[in-house]
């Protein structure tokens, strides 16, 4: 253990606030996972971010997604030797032999399981040859979908764009993708890459997915949340639908584990084309992955034969840093070091970005892609032959102190490990460099990594089980159920958001929830608002926090950042900070000179314009009687609302800027970067989106209450003492069993969790 917490410490002094910072409650590849910040490898990352925040060549018009603006298809001698290119690399990948085979198989099974080596182009080529085999048209001549789902968005989007080309149309058209508030499809398209969660909402509405004739779930061996999910619920559409193809795919050997979950059924292989990867560990263990790693590559890079790099390492921080760090050393180096062209992966990076690994590299030039665990199986980069592994990822791991999930820096599997190795062998043999010793390998990896449906928070899956009527959450069918304390713990959370009644069913409310893709809280807060009849400003408020920090802040501006920022501040509220800049920008058209003189990054602005649209046309008309009043007082409401959803994230004033939570009497500090720190008087009660932990806990995006509404709205929790006088001692938590301390955990009861049977 000592080493990853070593590892984790000098990490994160080498990348300054990167390290073990744990982000609570936010989603790495569904919240953050917007193409936002700009970080060129090869400049100090806040120039490049200055740069993202004026956005080059941008206009004051909201700008569409590029990929959504119809590319016609090119005519040119160039653009067809391109073609002719793409249709040869086709007709080499290992897939294509065996194709007329696979489809045998897959038009006398109804489920199969395809085990291929990353590369051999399952993502790519299934779907293809299934719309080729008459998939996409029923008898009577219709048009039916091929479906594949991967566990990131990012892949999603990179695929079908690849896939659009081999095709040779439009991306949306007959190729598209669909992910969470992003839907690049038409009435053409026949192949709909998606991610998994959008397909599991998908059976909300059409339980029996009509529209579509196969669904391959692709990377299943990555075993995300809604895969797994998904493993359960197209279990049930198999038996009911006959016409119907369900295809799961892996880059492992979790084949038969597959295939008997689904009765035992079909498994084909692809043959593979692997060539031999030596490996090499740490003689002892390393201190600072990020250093060993870059001096490992500039080894490579100054003394080995021609093929690139692939570096793994955790995330944007350490990418961002191995970069940095690379491109020093290099420009130290002098003149005559051939050229290394560095190139970061992971998922908040602009597409365009993203879309540069698999350029190839000029002559003489060798490239050197840093990436997140995306490139272990999800996106195949041909040409690498030398691998560097940190050891490490970020996983999201449930936190049952704070009952969120956050991500954290983790050792990765023995079976990460392989694959990642594997990545050195794909075109001839290679080579890959542990971060790690063969000890700590053997002793310290666990053999594959838990699913995470076993390790995260299940509030939205229980939801969505429970809407589409599975009423007996405890015996549904997963593949690997997760811990029964985990479920009913997600189930007392919607309880308390009064998703569920007292016996584990669905409520009118819950119901309501079920039909926002957000997360349950942010779904009460848009319900509430609608009622209290402030859903306009709610909607910008939750478009504003489902996308990465609005703020920009580089370090060698950071007070005239600061003051820019201060002008934005709503002093009781960082929602409604965020609700003001949204309005303000938008009544500048989203100008971008206007932004980056404000330290505003627009393309986040612009993402939440578009969220907010997507998530306006789901919002009902308020009910009768209420009218939707927009200004001051309705910022009141609109607190109010925001505190029906968090109140269990409730903290009381202890002194200037430190609280405590009143449930669980943790101690919790404002941001620095809060609205409501340091102007004017710090309320006495304020509920908090979510803690930050750095150096210590920091409640991030805060909000001042009224002490009386945590009673109102939280009664299983608060109640008023003294009715005379309401001071910052009057409300309290309480325990729902009874009990009368004042910061009782209502955690601790049992007795107040929907009954067992309800499960
Ligand atoms: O899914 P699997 O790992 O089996 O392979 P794939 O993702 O279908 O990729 C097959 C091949 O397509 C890769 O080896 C690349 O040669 C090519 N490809 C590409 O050039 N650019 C992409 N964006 C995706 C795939
Ligand atoms: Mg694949």
Known sequence: HKFWELGGSKMGAAIGQGGQVANYGQDQ????????????????????????????GTSGAVALPQDKQAQSLQTSDQALDAREKIQQVRENLPVRQVRDELLRVIRSNQVIVVVGETGSGKTTQ????????????????????????QPRRVAAMSVAKRVAEEAGCPLGGTVGYAIRF??????????????????????????????????????????????????????????????????????????????????????FHIPGRTFEVETYFAKSVVPDFVEAAVKQALEIHLSSPPGDILIFMTGQEDITATCQLLADRIESLGEGVPELLLLPMYSQLPADLQAKIFERAKAGQRKCIVSTNIAETSLTVDGIRYVIDSGMCKLKVFNPR?????????????????????????????FCWRMYTENQFVHELLPA?????????????????????VRDLLSFDFMDPPPKENIVDSMYQLWVL????????????????????????LAKMLISARELGCAEDMLTVVSMLSVPEVFYRPAERAEESDQARERFFVPESDHLTLC?????????????GWCAKHFIHRKAVLKAHEVREQLQSMVPAPPHG??????????????????????????????????????????????????????????????YHELVLTSKEYMRTVTAIDPHWLAELGPMFFSIKGHEHLGRHDIGGKMVAGADSEDGTGHGSSSSRPAAAGA
């Open 126 to 149: 299934l779907t293809q040859y299934l719309r080729e085999d008459g998939y996409t048209r029923s008898s009577t001549g219709a048009r039916l979908l091929v479906a594949c789902t």
């Open 626 to 687: 209420v009218k939707a009043v927009s200004g001051t007082p309705a910022w009141d409401l609109v607190r109010k609302a925001i505190c029906s959803a968090y109140f269990v994230q409730a903290a009381r004033l202890k002194s200037i800027t430190e609280y405590v939570n009143l449930l669980n009497g943790a101690s919790a500090a404002l941001h620095p970067s809060s609205a409501i720190c340091g102007i004017g008087e710090t309320p006495d009660y304020v509920v």
């Open 580 to 592: 003001n800049v949204y309005n303000l920008s938008k009544r500048q058209g989203f100008n971008a």
């Open 182 to 267: 992003e839907d690049c499809t038409s009435p053409e398209t026949e192949i709909k890459y998606m991610t998994d969660g959008v397909l599991m909402r998908e059976t909300l509405s059409s339980p029996d997915l009509d529209k579509y004739s196969c669904v391959v779930m692709d990377e299943a061996h990555e075993r995300s949340l809604f895969t797994d999910v998904l493993f359960g619920v197209l279990k049930g559409v198999v038996q009911r639908r006959l016409d119907f193809k369900l295809i799961v795919t892996s880059a492992t050997m979790d084949a038969d584990k597959f295939s008997r979950f689904f009765g035992g059924c079909a498994t």
């Open 498 to 521: 009064g998703a569920l009644d007292g016996a584990g069913e669905l409520t009118a409310l819950g119901t309501q929830m079920a039909k926002y893709p957000l997360d349950p809280p």
């Open 402 to 430: 704070v009952g969120m999930d956050a991500l954290r820096v983790t050792p990765v599997s023995q079976a990460n490990a392989n694959q990642r190795a594997g990545r050195a062998g794909r075109t001839a043999r290679g």
């Open 29 to 56: 590849e569904e919240a953050a996972d917007f193409d936002l910040d700009k970080v060129a490898p090869s400049k100090p990352a806040q120039e490049a971010s200055q740069e993202g925040a004026q956005g080059p």
């Open 449 to 469: 990594q838990v699913p995470e449906i076993q390790r995260t928070n299940l509030g939205n899956v229980v939801l969505l089980l429970k809407t589409i009527g």
